[in-house]
């Protein structure tokens, strides 16, 4: 099995010091208008006792930001898997504008003066939970569930809440046929509440209403609360996320999952997580990995999946490992503590 992961390092440093000038850009702007960028690329290699295996570069991203008097926010993101052919280290001829770009939205802050932003475009919509804490987290068997994305929306939200009773709360209406660049019926609408109960707990509820968009899959519901508490001393963090669904493709018998998972600070530079899903009439995952800080911006994950099918196919085990290498400007944060590198950067 191929693991492209040293090809995938030398992209990521290729690209640094191209994307680094943007202090230069910001220079020429003024103060009034921002440009910035960040990025990941994630070399993910699979394996299962069932005999499959598989490389991927899934979530790897490059994402450019333009903003005017931090109130009105361009960005733009690119899946970087897509420039590659069968996920491998070369390079796509049949290259699709509509599947490279992922998220291509404006968003309005303080709108009228008010607590209210609106976002409009293709992007992500706010709905669930959605804990990713795993190295591999796009292997939890409700992942799909938990997002909905590459959409045309709009999202209003409010950013001191409803009525004191909840301290955000974000709306949204959009379209369900995703991937593409144009604008299909706006037959979907969600809303999220989040809730801080104490400082270190936050609670989120959800739901979400999708229209049909072919004959295979009909109107789909899911209904989401999910809970996040978080030690004082931040070592510690637990998370618990369920949801109520209908008819999807999937899990055509099922109507409930729930998630539950921690992670432990085991070294000033690793992390150790466990998790657990569960889904009626499916399957239950165990599953444990660790994240380890290599340099200020790369990590590497390990992780392993026991899947428990309760009688559907056969149990597996699924190995997984996980390169990340991350960069940006702004938003992106480096990691503080990592094993190799000094201050200067160098090994």
Known sequence: MKKPLIPVLLLGLTLAPTLANDDLLNGLLGDDFRVGYEAEINSNAMASTEGSESVNFRGSYISLNAEWKNK???VLTGKLEKIFKDNKV????DFDLEEFISEAYIEIKEVGGS???VIVGKQPIPFSQNVQAMPL???NPIAHLQSIDEVYGLTVDLTEGLFGIFDQVEISAFETEKGDLEIGNI???SVRLSKMLTDNILLTVGHAEMGANNAQEGHQRRSSVGLVAESTDGMLVGWVEGMYFSNDPTYPDSSFAITTGAMVRVHRTTDVVV???YVENALNQYAIGTRTALTSRTTL???VRYNDYQGTRDNDLVFGINLNYALGSNGYRPNDEYLFEDED???
Do not use: K, M, S
């Not at 070369?90 to 001829?93: K, L, W």
């Open 187 to 189: 037959n979907g609408a």
């Open 137 to 139: 987290f796009q292997e």
């Open 115 to 117: 607590p209210i932003a």
């Open 275 to 277: 998790e657990f899903t």
């Open 345 to 347: 950067g160098d090994f």
């Open 301 to 303: 994950g390990l992780e």
């Open 72 to 74: 009105v926010r361009f």
């Open 90 to 93: 070369e390079f796509n001829d």
